[in-house]
T-cell receptor, first 118, second 112 residues
Framework: AQKITQTQPGMFVQEKEAVTLDCTYD???????LFWYKQPSSGEMIFLIYQGSYDQQNATEGRYSLNFQKARKSANLVISASQLGDSAMYFCAMREGGGGGSNYKLTFGKGTLLTVNP | ETGVTQSPTHLIKTRGQQVTLRCSSQSGHNTVSWYQQALGQGPQFIFQ???????GRGNFPPRFSGLQFPNYSSELNVNALELDDSALYLC???????????FGPGTRLTVT
């Protein structure tokens, strides 16, 4: 089974409007982290936002917020007031486990291509 | 910018050749992970190095190998290149447990 599922291959939004990018995940580990990255056409993965499995509140970073619904295993990214520069691929990723002295691998979804129209 | 650098930016190799990709991690970061991103796909985890030791490996054959140096920079070596190895190779560094990974700009490898 896919660990990270992004069901929207492409999304369109008008400039200044809000958009939600969907992400569902699958894990049996009680400790995990969820990440969203933006990848412009240049290729670099840009970290946007992080949500830990034990975090009680939804994460927010500027115009980005993460709608975390643990029981439904979803971690949707909400971008408010879209800008033309937001046009890019967006990836949801999960890190399973925690503790110890090292980091853990990220498992990525297939991504959603967001296009912001003027 | 994240402070993670990769070299070269692009390269073209022939099937059967060997290639070495390099990554300089952000200052203070002791963990480096490598990912392969095929066209139209999300990145796939290759392996991770923590304090110069391999710390986890994805589903990649042994011809994918790596090193991490005392300054925490890293190399990814791929032997006996195959056409399917054509991809964007991303390096990510992090300061350790529980922290987000900061990615470099990637190396785009084309195997002909």
């Amino acid at each position: 089974a896919q660990k990270i599922t992004q069901t929207q291959p492409g999304m369109f939004v008008q400039e200044k409007e809000a958009v939600t990018l969907d992400c569902t995940y699958d894990t049996s580990d009680p400790s995990y982290g969820l990440f969203w990255y933006k990848q412009p056409s240049s290729g670099e993965m840009i970290f946007l936002i992080y949500q830990g499995s034990y975090d009680q509140q939804n994460a927010t970073e500027g115009r980005y917020s993460l709608n975390f619904q643990k029981a439904r295993k979803s971690a949707n990214l909400v971008i408010s007031a879209s800008q033309l520069g937001d046009s890019a691929m967006y990836f949801c990723a999960m890190r399973e486990g925690g503790g110890g002295g090292s980091n853990y691998k990220l498992t990525f979804g297939k991504g959603t291509l967001l296009t912001v129209n003027p | 910018e994240t402070g993670v650098t990769q070299s070269p930016t692009h390269l073209i190799k022939t099937r059967g050749q060997q290639v070495t990709l390099r990554c300089s991690s952000q200052s203070g970061h002791n963990t480096v992970s490598w990912y392969q991103q095929a066209l139209g796909q999300g990145p796939q985890f290759i392996f991770q190095y923590y304090r110069e030791e391999e710390n986890g490996r994805g589903n990649f054959p042994p011809r994918f190998s790596g090193l991490q140096f005392p300054n925490y920079s890293s190399e990814l070596n791929v032997n006996a290149l195959e056409l399917d190895d054509s991809a964007l190779y991303l390096c990510a560094s992090s300061p350790g447990e529980g922290y987000e990974q900061y990615f470099g700009p990637g190396t785009r490898l084309t195997v002909t």
